[in-house]
């Protein structure tokens, strides 16, 4: 009975969880119909839809960062690991409608393509765009099994290129507002050099013994 009533509860957080992200980009696209976007509608939604793809890699890498640190994981950290998939499917699926605002906010015009393939941050968001398409439909129990876990986790480890990537294409836009921006590098960067340091003191530790 007690183990039923904690497996409620922990499904009952985490839809609760999975809404208020939802929320957010939900926020932005009912703007359209109730808010004042300014001048550029498209531009503005395209701008805080990508803030949210990024916003929620960045959770999603620093969470796996800290699964690959903390061993064996505290149950408070367990509970998020089955939500990273979600996580990355929303950031994709955000990331779509914030292309489809790009386009929109060029007029659907012969330019806007090729713009993609002559201009850097483009270069870097494409290809952002098509890895994070590969992680998508990759996230899921089947492609699991059938890629085996050693492959999987592999092409998985790719997240850490699209957001080197997708900071690039930030950086290279938002160039006069990097005030918003530079925490999210001070965090991945500090995160990033911790995981490090502790992978390298663990080999050490393993080859002294």
């Known amino acids: 009975m007690c183990h039923a009533v904690n497996t ?3 499904k009952l957080i ?6 208020a992200i939802l929320i957010w980009p939900l926020y932005w696209l009912g703007q359209i119909f109730i808010g004042d ?3 550029s509608p498209a531009l503005t939604l395209s701008r805080e ?24 994981a505290p149950s408070w950290i367990r509970f998020w690991v089955s939500e990273r998939r979600w996580w990355g499917i929303v950031s994709f699926l955000v990331l779509v409608i914030h292309v489809a605002f790009y386009f929109v906010n060029e007029g659907f015009e012969a330019q806007a ?6 201009k850097t941050y483009l270069i870097f968001a494409s290809i952002s765009f098509f890895l994070l398409f590969l992680l998508a ?41 990097l005030r918003l921006y530079i925490p999210w590098l001070l965090l991945l960067g500090a995160a990033q050099i911790i ?9 050490y530790k393993t080859t002294r013994a």
């Open 8 to 10: 409620m509860k922990s």
């Open 14 to 19: 985490k839809w609760f969880l999975r809404l």
């Open 37 to 39: 976007l300014g001048a």
């Open 49 to 72: 839809l990508g803030f949210i793809v990024l916003t929620l890699l960045t959770a999603n890498i620093v969470l796996g960062i800290l699964l690959d640190l903390l061993k064996p």
């Open 113 to 118: 393509w090729i713009q993609i393939f002559t």
């Open 137 to 177: 439909i990759t996230s899921n129990n089947f492609s699991t099994r059938r890629l085996g876990p050693k492959r999987w986790k592999m092409l998985h480890r790719l997240i850490y290129l699209v957001q080197f990537l997708i900071m690039g294409h930030v950086l290279l836009i938002e160039k006069a507002n």
């Open 195 to 203: 995981r490090w340091s502790v992978h390298f003191w663990r080999s």
